[in-house]
């Protein structure tokens, strides 16, 4: 299968900045996409900033002009680059992939999802 593993989370304070990173694993074919989401406590998962392989990138309005997101293809790794960190940034930030991968015998396409990485920003 795949697996995601996301780094970098941590503790900033408001100003600050902090990058995360995800590393894709396993029997991948090609990653299609990648996404990073966010959630808080009692909300629903909101997507922060996603891109395909070929470039295209999108932005939740919160986070335009403040958040980047960037690929690796040859090291199927994603990061995304928080700047001018606010408290309302605070949340549990996960990666998501779209993946074609090999399973089971057959080609298949799937969205995988990291396990999350804790980031606060302190006033």
């Known amino acids: 299968q795949v697996q995601l593993e996301e780094s970098g989370g941590g503790w900033v304070q408001a100003g600050g900045s902090l990058t995360l990173s995800c590393a894709a694993s396993g029997n991948i074919l090609n990653i299609n996409a990648w996404n990073w989401y966010r959630q808080t406590p009692g909300q629903q998962r909101e997507l922060v900033a996603g891109t395909t392989t070929d470039g295209n990138t999108n932005y939740a309005d919160s986070v335009k002009g403040r958040f980047t997101i960037s690929i690796e293809n040859a090291k199927n790794t994603v990061s995304l680059q928080m700047n001018s960190m606010n408290p309302e940034d605070t949340a549990v930030y996960y990666c998501?992939?779209?993946?074609?991968?090999?399973?089971?015998?057959?080609?298949?396409?799937?969205?995988?999802w990291g396990q999350g990485t804790q980031v606060t920003v302190s006033s």
């Open positions: 998501n992939a779209d993946v074609t991968n090999w399973a089971n015998h057959e080609i298949t396409r799937n969205y995988f």
